[in-house]
């Protein structure tokens, strides 16, 4: 499994915990920074990141930015992306059970270190559950105000 992550300039030291839990958990992970100093927006991050998930590059992805918010709702942007931001790592188990979150971000400026890597754990040692869910996931895409939620049969 390979794992693309990447932050804004707030998410430095977070981004790096995450990635080094995710290698320790035996994941291959590809860093894409930014490097400590280096001022980066983060739609631009949220969007990379995305892109490469959803052009099936990567498994997974997972981002920090200063709450999780911007650079989630960034990569939400890119159709086949569910991304969730995660404080708790409950959340980040039932949004793989569950949702099939193939992004997973974190706060850098809402959870410390320690939290954040048990977050990576729960989220990368979960699995989707299929079934039924598998079904509710399926009416969020196509990601088309028109349809969204609707049964296309
Ligand atoms: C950058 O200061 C901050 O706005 C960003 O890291 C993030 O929290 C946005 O959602």
Redesign the pocket.
Known sequence: MRIVVAS?H??VDIRREMADEARELGYEVVDLGPAPGEAVD?PVNGARVGRLVAAGEYDLGMLV???G???SIAANKIRGIRAVVCSEPYSAKLARQHNNANVLAV?A?VVGPGLARLIVREWLTAEFEGGRHARRVGLIEPSDSATAGEQLS
């Open positions: 804004d707030a998410g983060y930015c200063g709450t918010v911007g650079i706060g400026r």
